[in-house]
């Protein structure tokens, strides 16, 4: 049995699951257990994975015919032992004292408070792409990631919901907390739901830094967020009380197109005078104006021109996830 197992829930992860699993070989906790969870990968993943574990015990190669996600966190909580527990993904790696910088906060801050978790911080790998490089920081800003786990901090702080984190197993079983399957996005959101049920509370660390590649691409960047958008929907109607004003947000990207071509077509028409238009066109002319500027702020931090490209990022998010957003709560 180990002190602390590592859960990482992969599919199709030839090219980054390597990286992943020495990164946790090299902890400096080593009485550790890496249980890679895999969801039927039809790809060299599993072959990978064995012939590591043919010269390190402390990996295992588990199955998930399900494929999900959050049945492959619950299958490796199924076989876990340790007193904590943790889960990563397949296309993040992380420094050397990732562990035990999550391990000593947890033994400080439970002390002081009903401590479910500390989890981690998104960061962006040195060498993903350009494209990978400006989403992480236009979701660490608050006008690409309000209300999110994105945005940054400089110290230990109380969240709704924490990734990547650190939970005793004791807890997680005495609370009966597991991963709703049904839940392809929000998964995080939902789990830790439970336990802020139960009057316990999470923390992100700052310095616990979880690596993670992005989408290579806009057309898949924007895919998952309107799959986020959607998987929230899904977590606001599954837990009402949960409601914040600020989910309602992107909807506004959806609603404000129509509203602008309705009251211009009725402009055009001779129904309405010109000043009505020009009123609604003052959001637009706004958003415009803080994609700039926050597009500018990236450009400085990038330390490239090419850094304009988040220009189109934001309104990517932000309309995919109100679509998605508006998807989830219109699906029965």
């Not at 909807?251 to 071509?261: G, N, Q």
């Not at 500018?296 to 309309?319: A, D, Q, T, Y």
Request: aromatic share 14%.
């Amino acid at each position: 049995m180990s002190f602390i197992d590592i859960i990482v829930g992969v599919k199709n992860e030839e090219k980054y699951i390597k990286k992943c699993i020495t990164s946790l070989q090299n902890q400096t906790i080593t009485d550790i257990n890496i249980l890679v969870v895999d969801g039927l990968s039809v790809d060299k993943t599993p072959h990978i994975v064995r012939e590591i574990s043919g010269k390190d015990p402390r990996v295992k190669l588990l199955i998930n015919p399900q494929e999900v996600i959050g049945s492959a966190r619950n299958l490796g909580l199924e076989h876990s032992g340790a007193e904590y527990v943790i889960y990563l993904d397949g296309h993040c790696y992380v420094g050397q004292d990732w562990l035990e910088t999550l391990y000593k906060s947890f033994e400080k801050y439970h002390k002081h408070c009903k401590l479910a978790a500390v989890g981690s911080t998104y960061s962006s790998p040195p060498d993903d792409s350009f494209l990978g490089k400006t989403i992480a920081l236009a979701q660490q800003t608050i006008f690409g990631g309000f209300g999110t786990s994105y945005t940054s901090s400089q110290k230990v702080v109380l969240v709704e919901t924490v990734a990547f984190a650190l939970y005793q197993r004791s807890t997680l079983e005495k609370e009966n907390v597991t991963y709703d399957e049904s839940m392809t996005q929000c998964e995080d959101t939902d789990f830790n739901y439970q336990l802020v049920k139960a009057g316990y509370k999470l923390l992100r660390h700052p310095q616990a830094l979880v690596y993670q590649y992005r989408r290579p691409n806009s057309r898949e960047f924007y895919r998952q967020m309107v799959n986020y958008g959607e998987g929230r929907a899904k977590f606001t109607r599954k837990h009402p009380e949960t409601l914040k004003w600020y989910y309602f947000i992107p909807l506004i990207f959806i609603i404000y197109p129509a509203l602008f071509l309705i009251i211009l077509l009725l402009y055009l028409t001779g129904y309405l005078g010109i000043n009505i238009p020009l009123l609604v066109l003052i959001p637009l002319l706004l958003y415009v104006f803080l994609d700039m500027v926050y597009t500018m702020m990236l450009v400085v931090k990038l330390g490239n021109w090419r850094g304009i490209c988040s220009f189109l990022v934001f309104p990517l998010e932000h309309w995919g996830y109100g679509l998605g957003f508006l998807k989830g709560l219109l699906k029965r």
